[in-house]
């Protein structure tokens, strides 16, 4: 079975410039997160998504991210413009969907702004 | 609000010994909760979890964690450490009541195991 594939990987911006991150999920999974993690601390959530519905956005800084699922499946999140304070690993999951399944991780896209 | 508390950011311990990485949490009602763990420059794989019934659950790789809901800890723990269990640790809860179905995770628990 396919894991969450990320991409890019690495990517380098300088402030004011905009980025974009995509996910693919595991192949019927129809709950994607997208969470931020900063070094030395656990991953935060941004947006969760039931299908193409975003049910939790609330930690999303909608002044500069925003995200889309459209056909319930893969997702993007964009940073525009993006801030120093945005150098972080953008983390995507996907599970199944009942609260009581663990997520599949992808491996990141680590951010650096310049 | 729910919340994870991993109290110890760095754990030692030799080859062969056991190992205990520890974690409480505090929800309003009854909790999901989950181990994972994450190896440099690679997402958080899981590792193990408790949802309902018996207090201790077996995961992957020979760990395992006990449910204390008096003490609302979820201790991950391994009866005999390998070198190449030595990544970073996270402990999530999920509140199983709501339909938020929002996890929160600890910051993390650095193992190192030396041979």
């Known amino acids: 079975e396919a894991g969450v594939v990320q991409s890019p990987r690495y990517k380098i911006i300088e402030k004011k410039q905009p980025v974009a991150f995509w996910c693919n999920p595991i192949s019927g999974h129809n709950t994607l997160y997208w969470y931020l993690q900063n070094l030395g601390q656990g991953p935060e959530l941004l947006i969760r998504y039931e299908n193409e519905e975003a049910v939790d956005d609330s930690q999303l800084p909608k002044d500069r991210f925003s995200a889309e699922r459209l056909k319930g499946v893969d997702s993007t999140l964009k940073i525009q413009p993006a801030e120093l304070g945005d150098s972080a690993v953008y983390l995507c999951?996907?599970?199944?969907?009942?609260?009581?399944?663990?997520?599949?991780f992808g491996p990141g896209t680590r951010l650096t702004v310049t | 609000a729910q919340s994870v508390a991993q109290p110890e950011d760095q754990v030692n311990v030799a080859e062969g010994n056991p190992l205990t990485v520890k974690c409480t949490y505090s929800v309003s009602g009854n909790p999901y909760l989950f181990w994972y763990v994450q190896y440099p420059n690679r997402g958080l794989q899981f590792l193990l979890k408790y949802i309902t019934g018996d207090n201790l659950v077996k995961g992957s790789y020979g760990f395992e964690a006990e449910f204390n809901k008096s003490q609302t800890s979820f201790h991950l723990k391994k009866p005999s450490a390998l070198v190449s269990d030595s990544a970073l640790y996270f402990c999530a809860v999920r509140e199983s009541h709501t339909n938020a179905g929002k996890s929160t995770f600890g910051d993390g628990t650095t193992l190192t195991v030396k041979p």
């Open positions: 999951a996907s599970s199944p969907g009942d609260r009581g399944n663990e997520q599949y």
